[in-house]
């Protein structure tokens, strides 16, 4: 069982634990409503940001699996963050599957960047994990997200309101 992020170089990514040094850029990025417009809804106060940086840390002890900071390949700084969770959401879809996930810096959207790491985070998954799939849920309206799902092997099997709106669920199996 892994108990922290291995470290997986891309083209143009390094994907690797999150350190203490990356909180402010993390903080910033969760505070910026074109990032969280589909991923909460609300920019992120500073506690809750932190928060959601010391649990997603805490995915790997536990799960064996979780997220990575997608940092830029020549300079190591944090660009976007993602890769495996479970947040116990209370969804009946998400149960018992790991769930994929990904954020980048809006100044990083649109160069195929979220592929690129979702990808070597598939990759990782389909070589060290016994999960038949992965699932993931893309608030209606993000068809950035949907092309990634899309280039990355998902496809939507129906739609959650478990969270008080509607999200559409996705699916990959593995390989995928």
Known sequence: MFTAPPVIET???RLRPQRLSDKDVHVAMWADERVTRFIGGEPRAPDVSWGKFLSSAGLWPVMGFGYW??????????????????????????EGVPEAGWAF???HWGSGLATEAMGAVLGWADEN????????????GNAASERVSTK????????SDAL????AVYSRPRGG
Do not use: K, T, W
């Open 129 to 140: 994990l016994n999960a038949a799939e992965v699932r993931c849920i893309i608030d209606l």
């Open 152 to 159: 990355l092997g998902f496809r939507r099997i129906g739609d």
């Open 69 to 94: 900071v997608f940092a830029d390949g020549a300079s190591d700084a944090l660009i976007g963050q993602g890769g495996l969770s479970y947040f116990c959401r209370g969804m009946p879809e998400l």
């Open 11 to 13: 083209r143009r990514l």
């Open 164 to 167: 008080g709106h509607v999200v």
């Open 105 to 107: 810096d809006a100044d």
